[in-house]
C-alpha cells in the first residue's frame, strides 16, 4: 500500500469508528505514537502496538463521543495529515469538551510506524 | 516567541489577508518551503527568503480568492499544524477550486525556518 492508501484506509476506518481495528490493520508492530504533551513525570511517547493499542483503548473508555469527524488524508512523501474534531464528554468529570487536533503520520513499508498529535493544551 | 506564539501570530496575520507580511516577521532567511508534489522537472524545494516569497506573490497573483479559512495553530514541540482552506479562481483558466490542505512549519529561535504543505493531488 502506498502512502496515499494507507492514508485513505485509516480515515475510512476512523469514519466507521473502528479505531482499534485500524490499528490492527495498519499499525507496525514497532509504532511510536507522540503526544503533544504529558502531565509532569509522565512521557508523551508511546512505544509498541500494545502500549498504543493500550493507551486508545484508556481514552475511547474515559470519554463518551457524541460526534467525531475526520478530514483528509492529506499526503506529502512518506507523511500523511488527518484532522480530528471530537464531541465528547469525560466521564470523569462529567465535562463536556470539543477537541481538535492534527494528527501527522508517518509510513514505511505500508504500515503507519510513527504518529504525532499537534493540539494546544 | 515561543513556537506557540510564532503560530497564533501566523494565523493571526493570514486570517487577516497578510500572508505577505507573514512571511517578513516571522520567515527565517533561510526559510525552507516543500510542496506535496511539483510537476515533472520541477522541485518541490524552494530555499531561501527571496524565493519563498516569490513563490507566494506568484500564487497570490494566479488566484483570484473569494473565501479563506485558516484553522490553528495545532503546536507540538518545535512544530505547529494549520489547516487552510481556500475558495479560489484560477485565472489561468478561470476555473473555481476548493483547496484544503495542511501546512507544518518548524521554529527554531522564534523564526520559521521550515514549512510543508500537505494534500491530495
Redesign the interface.
Known amino acids: 500500500m502506498t502512502t ?1 492508501e494507507v492514508g485513505k484506509r485509516l480515515v475510512e476506518l476512523c469514519r466507521a469508528g473502528k479505531n482499534r481495528e485500524a490499528q490492527d490493520e495498519l499499525y507496525s508492530p514497532d509504532i511510536v505514537s ?1 503526544e ?1 504533551g504529558a502531565p509532569p513525570g509522565q512521557s508523551p511517547e508511546t512505544r509498541g502496538l500494545a502500549a498504543v493499542i493500550a493507551k486508545g483503548t484508556a481514552w475511547a473508555q474515559a470519554h463518551e463521543i457524541h460526534q467525531a469527524r475526520t ?7 512518506d ?3 488527518v ?1 480530528f474534531e471530537y464531541d465528547v464528554t469525560r466521564r470523569a468529570d462529567a465535562q463536556r469538551i470539543q477537541m ?3 494528527a ?1 503520520f508517518t509510513v514505511a513499508n505500508g504500515r503507519i510506524t510513527r504518529e ?5 493544551m
Chains 1, 2 share one sequence.
Open positions: 496515499l507522540v503533544a478530514d483528509g488524508p492529506f499526503p506529502h512523501g507523511r500523511f495529515a484532522v481538535h487536533e492534527v501527522l504525532e498529535f499537534f493540539y494546544a
